[in-house]
C-alpha cells in the first residue's frame, strides 16, 4: 500500500513565526503536492513537485515555499505565519504518469 | 476553466437508504474522474476512478458511471451504512499534475 506520512496531525503556532511541515511518502513517486482544505472551498492546490529539487506553484502559492531535497520528502514552508493561513493542509503524491493521487492524514494548523 | 461542481451538503440519510451524489464536470478534453472519501479527522482517500466515457468505478458497494453526453460522474450507493459518514469529494484530472476538486459533500448516516 501507498503510505504517505505527515509529520504532525495538529499544530499551534504565533503569528510571525516560521513553520515547517513535512511530508514523506515510501513508494518512490515522482511527483508531490500540497494542498490545503477549507470549508466551502474544497482543496486548493499551493505548490507541486515533478522531481527533486523541481516545483511549481499552484493556484495559491503567496505567503509559501516548498523544499524538495530528497525524492520521498516535500517540505511545505510558511516564512511567517499569519492568522489566514489556519487550515488544515495535506500532502499528496503520484507516480510519474499517474493520474491519481495519494494523500497523507493532513495537518490541522491552528496560527494565533 | 476545468472545473468541478458537485452537489451541496450537509446530506443525512438513515442506514439502508439509497445515496446519491450529484457531481458535475467541465473540461477542454477529456478528463479522468475521481471520488475520494476524508473520513473524519483523517486525509483523502481514494474511492472510485473512471478513466473514460461510459466506464464505471465501483469500490466498498458505492458505484459512479464516467457519462460525457451529461459531463456527470454521480456517485451511487444502494444502502448506506453508518460507517459511511464523512465528506465525499469529486475531482477530475485532464493531466498528471492537475487535479480539480469539488468543494466536497458531507453525508450523515442516522441508525
Known amino acids: 500500500d501507498v503510505k504517505v506520512t505527515q509529520s504532525s496531525r495538529y499544530l499551534v503556532k504565533r503569528t510571525g513565526e516560521k513553520v515547517f511541515l513535512e511530508c514523506v511518502q515510501d513508494?518512490?513517486?515522482?511527483?508531490m503536492f500540497w494542498y490545503r482544505q477549507d470549508p466551502g472551498l474544497g482543496l486548493r492546490l499551493i505548490y507541486f513537485?515533478?522531481?527533486?529539487?523541481?516545483?511549481e506553484k499552484g493556484d495559491i502559492p503567496e505567503g509559501y515555499s516548498v523544499s524538495r531535497e530528497k525524492k520521498e520528502r516535500f517540505s511545505l514552508i510558511l516564512e511567517s505565519a499569519s492568522t489566514n493561513q489556519t487550515s488544515m493542509y495535506l500532502c499528496?503524491?503520484?507516480?510519474?504518469?499517474?493520474?491519481?493521487?495519494?494523500f497523507g492524514p493532513g495537518t490541522r494548523l491552528l496560527v494565533l | 476553466g476545468d472545473s468541478v461542481t458537485q452537489m451541496e451538503g450537509p446530506v443525512t440519510l438513515s442506514e439502508e437508504a439509497f445515496l446519491t451524489i450529484n457531481c458535475t464536470y467541465t473540461?477542454?478534453?477529456?478528463?479522468?474522474l475521481f471520488w475520494y472519501v476524508q473520513y473524519p479527522g483523517e486525509g483523502l482517500q481514494l474511492l472510485l476512478k473512471a478513466t473514460k466515457a461510459d466506464d464505471k468505478g465501483s469500490n466498498k458497494g458505492f458505484e459512479a458511471t464516467y457519462r460525457n453526453e451529461t459531463t456527470s460522474f454521480h456517485l451511487e450507493k444502494g444502502s448506506v451504512q453508518v460507517s459511511d459518514s464523512a465528506v465525499y469529494f469529486c475531482a477530475l484530472s485532464l493531466y498528471n499534475n492537475d487535479m480539480r476538486f469539488g468543494a466536497g459533500t458531507r453525508l450523515t448516516v442516522k441508525p
Open positions: 513537485s515533478y522531481d527533486v529539487k523541481m516545483k
Open positions: 473540461a477542454t478534453g477529456y478528463p479522468s
Open positions: 513508494m518512490d513517486h515522482e511527483n
Open positions: 499528496a503524491s503520484s507516480p510519474g504518469q499517474s493520474k491519481t493521487q495519494y
